[in-house]
């Protein structure tokens, strides 16, 4: 079992940054591949990012346009998701989820955590 802790959300202007955490409890965190993902009011949930596990290989969704930076922290336990120059659109709860396989934590991934809240005002 992983227990995933996501930190770091909260209400930014237009233009600000945030860096989101993903704490896991994993014994062997650095095999497991890491994503975010992220769910606006009314919509359905969609992946941002993903970070592998032994091979660090990145993957952004394409409205990224590389804004965002994914990145892990073996010893730390800890994937972080650093986003800049967010936008209104970019409201929603992300969340972060772990998989042995970075292709299928994209879609189906074995454990989630229970989000952070992001919230960018106009």
């Known amino acids: 079992q992983v227990r995933l802790v996501e930190s770091g959300g909260g209400l930014v202007q237009t233009g600000d940054s945030l860096r989101l955490s993903c704490l896991a409890s994993?014994?062997?965190?650095?095999?497991?591949?890491v994503a975010w993902f992220r769910q606006a009011p009314g919509k359905e949930r969609e992946f941002v990012a993903v970070?592998?596990?032994?091979?660090?290989?990145?993957e952004y969704a394409h409205f990224v346009n590389g804004r965002f930076e994914i990145s892990r922290d073996n010893p730390k336990k800890t994937v972080y998701l650093r986003m800049d120059n967010l936008k209104p659109e970019d409201t929603a709860v992300y969340y972060c989820?772990?998989?042995?396989?970075?292709?299928?934590?994209?879609?189906?991934?074995?454990?989630w955590g229970q989000g952070t809240q992001v919230t960018v005002s106009s």
């Open positions: 989820a772990a998989g042995l396989s970075l292709v299928v934590v994209q879609s189906t991934p074995d454990y």
């Open positions: 994993a014994r062997t965190f650095s095999t497991y591949a």
């Open positions: 970070i592998g596990g032994s091979t660090n290989r990145l």
